[in-house]
């Protein structure tokens, strides 16, 4: 069966520093991933998605994720936060069975220290 | 353009009670996703929506059950009420069904079961 699992329940990074949100997917073909944002008390928001060509994407608000097949993994990636990062990030797998339905890890929370 | 929106944002219910929610897809939409997202978690897929026909459906009792409207717009409709149902409910439309369309997010409902 399709799964994501997203690795850290949170992850504390301070302003200005790097970041990296760690997803791994378990999916027989080419997989359709993608990564959103759930800022407190909002919807979700579609940061990037990946379908096929480069396997580097970027996305909005600065961010990117890379599709590294061998790994099963598209980790999302910013040089550098910014206090209004602070959210939750989930990363989701099409499921291409099910009209595109989409499975979900359980997301990582990014605390933000000043 | 208009984005998705879902009414009411807050709802608190008792335990054997009904509830409707409400979703207004983004213009131009024609297809509308039910999320159920309980806290700390990441959304579990309920059904979809596609033309006014139900269009998939996920691991979910027979009474969540929903409506899809000529204008696209939708509701979903709870029986019986669990404590477990206490949840976000999210909404997102795409513009069409079958493909791998970024879904959109309203901002969802918090409905509480006591």
């Known amino acids: 069966a399709q799964s994501v699992t997203q690795p850290d329940i949170h992850i504390t990074v301070s302003e200005g520093a790097s970041l990296e949100l760690r997803c791994n997917y378990s999916?027989?073909?080419?997989?359709?991933l993608f990564w959103y944002v759930q800022s407190p008390g909002q919807g979700l928001q579609l940061l990037l998605k990946?379908?096929?060509?480069d396997t580097l994407v970027q996305g909005i608000k600065g961010f990117e994720a890379e599709f590294k097949r061998s790994q099963s993994s598209f980790n999302l990636r910013k040089p550098s936060v910014h206090w209004s990062d602070a959210a939750e990030y989930f990363c989701?797998?099409?499921?291409?069975?099910?009209?595109?339905?989409?499975?979900w890890g359980a997301g990582t929370k990014l605390i933000i220290k000043p | 353009e208009t984005g998705v929106t879902q009414s009411p944002t807050h709802l608190i219910k008792t335990r054997g009670q009904q509830v409707t929610l409400r979703c207004s897809s983004q213009?131009?939409?024609?297809?509308v996703s039910w999320y159920q997202q309980a806290l700390g978690q990441g959304p579990q897929f309920i059904f979809q929506?596609?033309?006014?026909?139900?269009?998939g459906r996920g691991n979910f009792p027979p009474r969540f059950s929903g409506l899809q409207f000529p204008n696209y717009s939708s509701e979903l409709n709870v029986n019986a009420l669990e404590l477990d149902d206490s949840a976000l409910y999210l909404c997102?439309?795409?513009?069409?069904?079958?493909?791998?369309?970024?879904?959109?997010f309203g901002n969802g409902t918090r409905l509480t079961v006591t």
């Open positions: 997102a439309s795409s513009l069409r069904q079958g493909d791998n369309s970024p879904l959109h």
């Open positions: 929506y596609y033309r006014e026909e139900e269009n």
């Open positions: 989701a797998v099409a499921n291409m069975d099910s009209n595109y339905q989409l499975i």
């Open positions: 990946y379908f096929s060509g």
């Open positions: 999916y027989g073909a080419t997989p359709y």
């Open positions: 213009s131009g939409h024609n297809t």
